[in-house]
């Protein structure tokens, strides 16, 4: 098995980082790992550095938002290991964790260029391949053959060199420093800008508060895995419409949908433990069902860290089990979650068409269709449940 390892402060990680990944692919990998030093030989980290925890964070978000073939994961051996980040060491201990593997190194130009001067070149070469990655203008093979000469002829290097068209030209310091001034955001990820927002990182100090929706997106996207984000924009174009077809706020509707989801990937003990600070009761049902937590969790952040109104929050509150007596911003979120362009499921089309002409009939056919399959598959009706059908029934002057 070809393995790919790309090492870096990632500090933070940004697009040109997830350029030079993507192209593991050109060498024929099977999967990459990516290691985050923990305390680099070459350089000190600034004051203003994220700690190894948080850049462990959001190279894990990087990697999560790659989309790459072949299998992505994220080391702490460099974060964990005491001392200096040789990589010498880091092939070693990879080298004994996996003896059957062909290991390549990943790196940019001017570490290539210098290769020769870290920590024991010797071991490096010995345990790995170098792959090389150079900017399509000015890092062609005039640069690249001399070096790869040398470094074949002096320690017998197997050496690739790949040229990327879309190689961002940014420094890590450079971007931090654009960051502190509010700028910078189009070199980074979406979700890995939301991690810098949520945690306030290299000066950004945001008021998480008082978010624009762009920042509120960013935030959300970083607190879920990257397969959920449509699902979550497919949420809030359905809400706006929606809202704007049956007279909701429109900006409520799409915050709502924004956050629904945010704990989503929260475990179970996070799930109980987030509710229990924010004094969010639950019955039951909720305390040992984790797809009915989120849903409570999510209010409980969407009303006290992110500032929402209580209209938004009660909406996330409610978007997994309805109730009586729903809002209209209640029933929006409710039903969009549903019926959203990237559901698959049968009855999705019909209750798309339903949403633009009957909102209550709507929601209530997703209410019938959540009980049916609960049902079916024998898991609990939650009473909730139960309660927002017969109330939409009473309403409708239907019987149950």
């Known amino acids: 098995m070809r393995t790919g390892i ?21 060498i024929g990998l099977d999967r990459l790992i990516l290691i985050p030093d923990g305390q680099p030989p070459h350089k000190a980290l600034s004051a203003a550095s994220a700690s190894p925890e948080q850049r462990l964070a959001m190279t894990e978000l990087a990697a999560d938002r790659l989309h790459l073939e072949i299998p992505v994961t994220v080391s702490a051996m460099e974060v964990r290991r005491a001392g200096r980040s040789y990589t010498s060491d880091t092939l070693a201990e990879l080298h004994r964790a996996l003896p059957d593997d062909e290991l390549w190194l990943l790196m940019g130009t001017d570490m290539f260029l210098t290769l020769q001067d870290w920590h024991d070149p010797e071991t490096i070469t010995r345990l790995a391949g170098i792959c090389a990655f150079g900017r399509a203008q000015g890092e062609g093979e005039d640069l690249f053959t001399p070096q790869r000469e040398r470094l074949e002829r002096r320690f017998g290097a197997r050496v690739v060199t790949v040229t990327l068209s879309d190689l961002v030209e940014i420094s890590s310091t450079e971007l931090r420093a654009m960051l502190a001034r509010g700028e910078g955001r189009e070199y980074l990820d979406e979700s890995v800008w939301g991690y810098i927002l949520r945690e306030g990182l290299y000066g950004t100090m945001a008021d998480l508060r008082q978010l624009a929706l762009e920042e509120l997106r960013a935030v959300s996207a970083s607190m879920v895995r990257a397969k959920r ?87 996330i509150r409610w978007h997994t089990t309805g109730k009586a007596d729903m809002t209209l911003l209640e029933k929006i979120l409710y039903i969009a979650d549903y019926a959203e362009p990237t559901r698959r499921y049968d009855w999705a089309p019909g209750l798309r068409a339903l949403i633009e002409e009957d909102l209550d009939a709507a929601v209530l056919r997703g209410l019938e269709i959540t009980i049916a399959e609960n049902a079916r598959e024998g898991k609990p009706i939650h009473y909730r449940t139960l309660e927002a059908r017969d109330w939409l029934l009473a309403e409708r002057g239907e019987k149950g």
């Open 229 to 315: 984000i449509p699902h979550i924009r497919g949420t809030e174009e359905t809400a706006a419409r929606m809202a704007r077809r049956w007279g909701a706020d429109e900006t409520a509707a799409r915050q709502a949908a924004i956050l629904h989801d945010c704990t989503k990937y929260y475990s179970l003990r996070r799930q109980l433990t987030t509710c229990a600070k924010y004094g969010m009761l639950l019955d039951d049902i909720e305390q040992k069902t984790l797809p009915l937590l989120h849903a409570k969790s999510g209010a409980a952040l969407a009303r006290h860290v992110f500032g929402m109104p209580e209209a938004v929050s009660e909406a």
């Open 6 to 26: 790309y090492g870096g402060t990632f500090d933070p990680p940004h697009l040109g980082h997830m350029a030079a990944a993507r192209a593991a692919g050109r």
